[in-house]
Nanobody
Framework: QLRLVESGGGLVQAGGSLSLSCEVF??????????VAWFRQAPGKERDFVAA????????EYADTVKGRFTLSRDNARLTTSMQMDSLRPEDTAIYYC??????????????????WGQGTQVTVSS
C-alpha cells in the first residue's frame, strides 16, 4: 500500500506562481518502475493529465496546456515530487491530484493507469 500526500496550492492572481508537492509513503514504491503524475479536475469536467515523471530517469512529460509553464521535479531521497507552476491562468483553476503507478509510455497520461492517489489540493487562479 502507498499513501500520497499533496501540499501547496491556494489562491493566486493570473500570471502568478504556485508550487505543489507530493510525498509518497510506503514500502512498495519502486524507484525503478514507478511513475508519479499530476492530474487536475475542474468543476463539472473530467480529470485531466497535467504532468508525469518517471522516477528512475527523472524524465518528465507534460500536457500541451502546461508545457513551458509547469516544471516537475523529484527528490529521490524524500520520495517527493514538486511541481512549479508559473504564468498561471484562470483556466488552471482545479483540484490537483498526484498519483503513482507503473504505466506504459503510451498510457502515461491515462488516469486509469495509476493505482494510488492523493486527496487533492485546490488551486484557484483569479483573473
Amino acid at each position: 500500500q502507498l499513501r500520497l500526500v499533496e501540499s501547496g496550492g491556494g489562491l493566486v492572481q493570473a500570471g502568478g506562481s504556485l508550487s505543489l508537492s507530493c510525498e509518497v509513503f510506503g514500502r512498495t514504491f519502486n524507484r525503478y518502475r514507478n511513475t508519479v503524475a499530476w492530474f487536475r479536475q475542474a468543476p463539472g469536467k473530467e480529470r485531466d493529465f497535467v504532468a508525469a515523471i518517471r522516477w528512475e530517469s527523472g524524465t518528465a512529460e507534460y500536457a500541451d496546456t502546461v508545457k513551458g509553464r509547469f516544471t516537475l521535479s523529484r527528490d529521490n531521497a524524500r520520495l517527493t515530487t514538486s511541481m512549479q507552476m508559473d504564468s498561471l491562468r484562470p483556466e488552471d483553476t482545479a483540484i490537483y491530484y498526484c498519483a503513482t503507478g507503473r504505466p506504459h509510455t503510451s498510457t502515461l497520461n491515462s488516469a486509469g493507469e495509476y493505482d494510488y492517489w492523493g486527496q487533492g489540493t485546490q488551486v484557484t487562479v483569479s483573473s
